[in-house]
């Protein structure tokens, strides 16, 4: 049961272009979302999160949009650079879950120069 | 940000022998760390939970006997893959964090390779 879906597993995208990845979520307690990005054969690094009390939440070029009704998020990255191309895995958490991460298939971006 | 160091960052053994992977948080004390397997192309799926001084969280269809975690002090915790066999090859990462809802830093994995 995949209760965090990333249904895109690869995005090409132009430099200077923005890049929007997404991510859905079918556990209703899931009440904060994270976006990491990973390089082969390295451990995921944190990007940016937000809290389900939220709809947007803006870091630099990355900007994170929640829609709870839709049970949907996406990450936004603008504009995009050679050097953002990786895997980004989408990962959601609840308060009672102890901060256990469930994590998307993740999606790979490449950044066309 | 955190620093999370994994060794060794790659181990190939034969099957039927324990491999010892350690986690480390270098520059923070961690009250949780976690233990996560990626296989190839595939999500992180959550292992185990670790806390300092208490029995590990294992998931559920994680065999506890075969993935043995000990997390012995707030700077290390160490997964043991007993009786290893090549469906056991994967990547493993670690992640730690030291407050509640505070964010994961993941460590840079270790591959295990079992022929």
């Known amino acids: 049961d995949q209760q965090v879906k990333q249904n895109s597993p690869s995005l090409s995208v132009q430099e200077g272009r923005i890049s929007i990845l997404n991510c859905d979520y079918t556990n209703s307690m899931f009440d904060y979302f994270l976006w990491y990005k990973k390089y082969p054969a390295e451990g995921p690094t944190f990007l940016i999160s937000?809290?389900?009390?939220?709809d947007k939440n803006e870091d630099g070029r990355f900007t994170v949009f929640l829609n709870k009704s839709a049970k949907h998020l996406s990450l936004h990255i603008v504009p995009s650079q050679p050097g953002d191309s990786a895997v980004y895995f989408c990962a959601a958490t609840w308060i009672q879950g102890a901060q256990k991460l469930v994590f998307g298939q993740g999606t790979r971006l490449t950044i066309n120069p | 940000g955190a620093v999370v160091s994994q060794h060794p960052s790659w181990v190939i053994c034969k099957s039927g022998t324990s491999v010892k992977i350690e986690c480390r948080s270098l520059d923070f004390q961690a009250t949780t760390m976690f233990w996560y397997r990626q296989f190839p192309k595939q999500s992180l799926m959550l292992m185990a939970t670790s806390n300092e001084g208490s029995k590990a969280t294992y998931e559920q269809g994680v065999e506890k006997d075969k993935f043995l975690i000990n997390h012995a002090s707030l700077t290390l915790s160490t997964l043991t893959v007993t009786s290893a066999h090549p469906e056991d090859s994967s990547f493993y990462i670690c992640?730690?964090?030291?407050?509640?809802?505070?964010?994961?830093?993941f460590g840079p994995g270790t591959r295990l390779l079992v022929l």
């Open positions: 937000i809290s389900s009390i939220k």
């Open positions: 992640s730690a964090t030291a407050v509640i809802r505070e964010t994961q830093y």
